[in-house]
């Protein structure tokens, strides 16, 4: 019995080392889509969607790569929802240097691309968020890196992404993700990475409000 339980255990260990390394190893390709910033979406449509992420939230990333484009999918071609990526920073340094990264992304356009590795590069190193890491994600899209370096080692959004946890914190997160939905009929707020049904019944009804 106990020679079935460490086999089962390195079987296991074994496979997510595997799934890592592939992970690692997918290439990084721009997808061309467009964004302001980190936003997606008109900036007078009736619904704002609010998401407190950290890049080092294995629940953010599923919400990312799954519900998330869903959502960008279905809304963001009626112009009347638009989606706001906000920081609230709870891995510490590695996870707030991260958001710095992908605001200088954004800087020339590509946040959303930046964004998207950060999520599918968790967890598949010691250190995915290192400078050394953050720039060569950078290089592998295509942006200018001279530019995003020094973007990078001077910490030029840090205020930034300190400023959206800071505000978060007012607002009562604590956890992420957590996503504020506000429409005229009020303000829904959701924790969690729920499914995409979820938030199409909330989204649907905050659409609903709108004269």
Request: net charge negative.
């Amino acid at each position: 019995m106990l020679l079935a339980i460490v086999i089962g255990v390195v079987v296991l260990a074994a496979a997510l080392i595997i799934y890592a390394i592939s992970s690692s190893n997918k290439p990084i390709v721009a997808t061309e889509r467009v964004g302001e910033g980190a936003v997606w979406g008109a900036a007078d449509a009736p619904v704002l969607i609010e998401a407190y992420e950290d890049y080092g939230c294995h629940f953010c990333a599923q919400f990312s790569q799954t519900t998330g484009e869903q959502i960008r999918a279905e809304y963001e071609k009626t112009g009347k929802v638009r989606f706001e990526f906000k920081s609230f920073i709870i891995g510490g340094e590695p996870t707030r240097n991260a958001a710095n990264a992908a605001e200088c992304a954004a800087d020339q356009g590509k946040f959303w691309d930046y964004h998207d590795v950060l999520f599918a590069r968790q967890g598949t190193s010691a250190n995915p968020f290192s400078a050394a890491a953050l720039k060569q994600y950078a290089a592998d899209l295509g942006l200018d890196t001279v530019q995003f370096n020094r973007c990078v080692d001077s910490g030029q959004h840090v205020r930034e992404v300190n400023e959206d946890s800071r505000i978060a914190r007012g607002r009562g997160v604590q956890a992420t993700p957590t996503f504020f939905i506000t429409s005229p009929g009020g303000t829904q707020r959701i924790e969690g990475a729920e499914s995409f049904a979820t938030f199409k019944g909330a989204i649907d009804a905050a659409l609903a409000s709108v004269q």
